[in-house]
């Protein structure tokens, strides 16, 4: 069982900075792939960014692609999602997720379904 634990989200201004964090349980965190979804009120969850367990290949969804930038240091059991020029759009709780499977590739997975565990979410809200 793993269980992931969100921080940094908040209220900033349009053009902005935050950085999330995700803190992980478990001795096999350094093995998982790692994502982060979101979801605004009255949308679906969408995929933002996804990391490989070696932190060699990353994933972003086209919309923050330049912006935000995934990154994970194993030895804390963490991995972040640095937010820059964000924008109202932007607004939305921010999850943080984990693939419970072990890839030996640089796999990314963006499908929510291929993720096994789930944080609580951290809002981040971006004001005009």
């Known amino acids: 069982q793993v269980q992931l634990v969100e921080s940094g989200g908040g209220l900033v201004q349009a053009g902005g900075s935050l950085r999330l964090s995700c803190v992980a349980s478990g001795r096999t965190f350094s093995r998982y792939c790692m994502g982060w979804f979101r979801q605004a009120p009255g949308k679906e969850r969408e995929f933002v960014s996804g990391i490989s367990w070696s932190g060699g290949n990353t994933n972003y969804a086209r919309s923050v692609d330049g912006g935000f930038t995934i990154s994970r240091d194993n030895a804390k059991n963490t991995v972040y999602l640095q937010m820059n020029s964000l924008k109202p759009d932007d607004t939305a709780a921010y999850y943080c997720?984990?693939?419970?499977?072990?890839?030996?590739?640089?796999?990314?997975?963006?499908?929510?379904?291929?993720?096994?565990?789930w944080g609580q979410g951290t809002q981040v809200t971006v004001s005009s």
């Open positions: 997720a984990a693939d419970g499977l072990i890839y030996s590739s640089d796999y990314v997975p963006v499908a929510d379904s291929e993720y096994d565990y």
